[in-house]
C-alpha cells in the first residue's frame, strides 16, 4: 500500500470516528474552475478534494411539514459545526505530515440570491461518487437520499481518488410535489434558484429563524436506491 493510500485510510477512519456517515476523494477536475471568491494563491497546488457527508436525523426531518421548525433550525447549525471540526481536524493532520490542505466551510453563502459558497459541496460529493444531483438540486445518496449535510477539504495530498457513480433519481418524483413554489422540475437544469430563494427568505421572516433555511424538500427525499441513469 502507497503511502498516500495509508494517509487515504487514516483520515476515513478519523471521519467516522467523528461523526461522519460518507466519506469520499476527488480529483482536481471536481472543483477547478469551479471555486467562488477564493483565490489562486489559496487553490494552488491543490490536487484533491475530500467530501465527508453526515446523515441527518430522520425523526427531525419528518417533524418538518410546510416550513422549517426550530429544532431543525438548532440541530441543522450542530451538525454544520461538527461537519467543520471534522474538516478542521483532516486540515489539521495533513499539515502535520507535510501536506496543504484547505478547509471548505459546511454552510458559508457567500452569495443568497446566486446560492453560492466557495464552492459546490454537492458537485464536489458527486464526482467522489457519494450520490448524484438529484431533482431537487441536492446531493441524492443512494442510503440515505438527500438527508445528509456535506464539507470538502482541498489538499495537494494526491490521495486515491474515486469516481462518479452511474446512477440517478431514475422515476422518482418525491420532492417535485413537496415544493411549495413549484422550483423543483423533471429536469434538474430547470430548477428555479430564484423561486427557492424567495421561499427560504421568507421562511426566515415568517417564523422567526434564524437562517435562511427550508428542509422541505430534505425531508421528502427519504432514500431512494437510485437507478442506472436513465439520461434524462
Known sequence: MSDES?????LKEIAY??????????????????????SQKALSGLVRAISMAVRLSDPILDEIEDHPTQ??????????????????KMTAVLQSLGYRALPIPSSQ?????????????????????????????????????????LVTVLTDCQIP??????????????CIP?????????????????????????????YNIGQSICGICVRACKGPKGEPKSGR
Not at 429544532?71 to 478542521?88: H, M, P, T
Open 6 to 10: 495509508r494517509i487515504r485510510e487514516k
Open 17 to 38: 470516528e467523528m461523526g461522519a456517515s460518507r466519506f469520499g476523494v476527488a480529483s482536481e477536475d471536481a472543483f477547478v474552475g469551479r471555486t467562488n471568491f477564493l
Open 71 to 88: 429544532i431543525y433550525y438548532f440541530y441543522y447549525r450542530r451538525v454544520n459545526a461538527l461537519l467543520d471540526q471534522i474538516a478542521i
Open 109 to 149: 453563502i457567500a452569495d443568497w440570491e446566486k446560492e453560492l459558497g466557495h464552492l459546490s459541496h454537492r458537485h464536489v460529493a458527486e464526482s467522489c461518487g457519494l450520490g448524484w444531483i438529484g431533482r431537487n438540486n441536492l446531493l441524492v445518496t443512494p442510503d440515505f437520499g438527500s438527508r445528509v449535510r
Open 161 to 174: 481518488a474515486d469516481h462518479p457513480i452511474n446512477m440517478d433519481c431514475g422515476i422518482c418524483k418525491a
Open 178 to 206: 413537496s415544493c411549495p413554489v413549484d422550483a423543483i422540475k423533471e429536469s434538474v437544469q430547470k430548477f428555479d434558484h430564484a423561486a427557492c430563494f424567495q421561499l427560504i427568505r421568507s421562511f426566515r421572516k415568517k
